[in-house]
């Protein structure tokens, strides 16, 4: 007797079936979402690299409405420290939690905020932190600038006619500290170098995510939809 060859057929679930329709291009779609994310990353990476490597400019000589081609630009700073500071809540930092010290400094008429990095706080939530201002002291600065995303909930906030030193906020909000600011307050923060003396911790983010990171979630992504085709495929098949 001839062995009989065994024939491959496929037999599909119709809930399955529409499972998988449904999921695989949202997974497709969330790889390709997470790659194209990379590369974003990417090109903020270099333009990052690209900023802090230029030559510093005098921070007085910059116009407060081209704060777009500014970020991560370096520049330098002579002017006079204020008691004026501001401790911006919910900051973390190698486990820690606390506040960025965010302490203006007044030169060329313009009140200028410089972030003097990340300051551990108190379990008690009403015992601030004590940060040294030396107020009236004469200081060089030097950092790069950076300009936060723009909240909707900042723009809404309240805010008293008067203030007292340190104003704790929960994000930082120049707008709202112009209000109390011997000058006009520039746009955008100054992020110490990390090797100034003004400087507590530095704990700020470039990015919050490395495109690495993201590239490894899209392959996350890409290799669901693949084991889901296979399993789909698998439980289709019949032998006969």
């Known amino acids: 007797m001839k062995n009989q060859e065994k024939r491959i057929g496929f037999s599909f ?12 291009p949202i997974l497709i779609k969330l790889g390709m979402w997470q790659l194209d994310r990379a590369e974003q990353k990417r090109v903020i990476e270099t333009q990052i690299q690209e900023q802090q490597h230029a030559s510093p400019l005098d921070i007085c000589t910059l116009e407060a409405n081209d704060t777009g081609l500014l970020q991560y630009q ?17 900051q973390t930092h190698k486990g820690k939690v606390g506040y960025e010290v965010i302490q203006l400094v007044n030169a060329c008429n313009t009140s200028y905020a410089v972030s003097r990095g990340f300051v551990q706080g108190n379990l008690d939530r009403r015992i601030l932190p004590n940060v040294d ?18 909240n909707r909930f900042i723009e809404d906030a309240q805010y008293p006619d008067s203030v007292v030193w340190p104003m704790r906020l929960a994000q930082l909000d120049l707008h709202a500290i112009g209000k109390y600011a011997d000058h006009p307050v520039f ?3 100054i ?11 530095a704990h700020w983010m470039t990015l919050n995510m490395k495109p690495e990171k993201h590239t490894a979630y899209a392959v996350q992504w890409f290799g669901l939809a693949l084991l889901l085709f296979g399993l789909f495929i698998k439980q289709s098949v019949i032998r006969r």
């Open 191 to 201: 992020r110490l170098q990390t090797d100034h003396p003004l400087l507590f911790d």
């Open 133 to 150: 201002v030396l107020a009236s002291h004469t200081v060089s600065i030097s950092g790069y600038l950076y300009k936060q995303p723009a």
């Open 74 to 90: 370096p520049v330098v700073l002579n002017g006079v420290m204020t008691e004026s500071h501001v401790l911006v809540d919910n």
């Open 13 to 24: 679930n119709v809930k399955m079936s529409v499972f998988v329709v449904l999921m695989l």
């Open 187 to 189: 746009p955008m923060v």
